[in-house]
């Protein structure tokens, strides 16, 4: 999965319409099939960091490198919150409204506005898997019909395969981030140990 230039949920670049509009109906199940298990994957990154993450000390988890980019709380913590406050909202408003539209909010606006850092790791990714269960779970529940509705985000047109697309995007770019963070710490000392 290639990492997004930015955190923002709507990176400019990123300006797609309909994703599946030339697919047919075999095709466009497989990509639904496809990105729901790719959506799914954080689930499972996250159950397996459980089992590790109290070798990391608490301050590396709470440091924040350079003094602006987030800490590994920040980062599984936004993850959530995302999911919480923006995804899953923005699926049911896709649903029934039909012209939606929301305006993008970078993760470290998300981080400002919560206290992640005062939150233990094992909380944290509870929500995390709490949050994306319920992602799955809304995106598996839509007919096929409705993955071709979209919604506007700032000066991007995206239909749910699109919306998606960019989450998955977003999960690459936090979890390789971490992934690093977590090799800076000893946790592991090989690179294929890193989250993908």
Do not use: C
Request: aromatic fraction near 4%; charged fraction near 25%; avoid cysteine.
């Amino acid at each position: 999965m290639p990492a997004p230039p930015s955190s923002d949920d709507a990176p400019p670049e990123a300006s797609s319409l309909t994703t599946a509009a030339h697919l047919d109906d075999a095709a466009a199940a497989q990509l639904r099939d496809a990105q729901l298990d790719q959506l799914q994957y954080l689930v499972d990154e996250v159950e397996a960091l459980k089992a590790v993450i109290g070798k990391v000390p608490e301050a590396l988890q709470r440091d924040k490198p350079m003094g602006t980019e987030l800490s590994l709380r920040e980062l599984y913590g936004v993850l959530a919150q995302a999911d919480e406050d923006t995804h899953v909202p923005l699926v049911q408003e896709m649903m029934a409204t039909d012209t939606p539209a929301a305006t993008p909010r970078s993760d470290e606006a998300r981080a400002a506005e919560a206290d992640w850092n005062d939150t233990p790791m094992p909380t944290i990714l509870e929500q995390v898997q709490r949050a994306r269960t319920t992602l799955v779970d809304t995106l598996q529940a839509l007919p096929a019909a409705d993955w071709t509705r979209t919604v506007t985000l700032g000066d991007t047109t995206r239909d749910v395969y699109g919306l998606a697309h960019a989450i998955i995007q977003r999960d690459a770019n936090l979890l390789r981030t971490a992934g690093y963070r977590l090799h800076e710490s000893h946790l592991t000392d090989r690179d294929e140990d890193l989250p993908k």
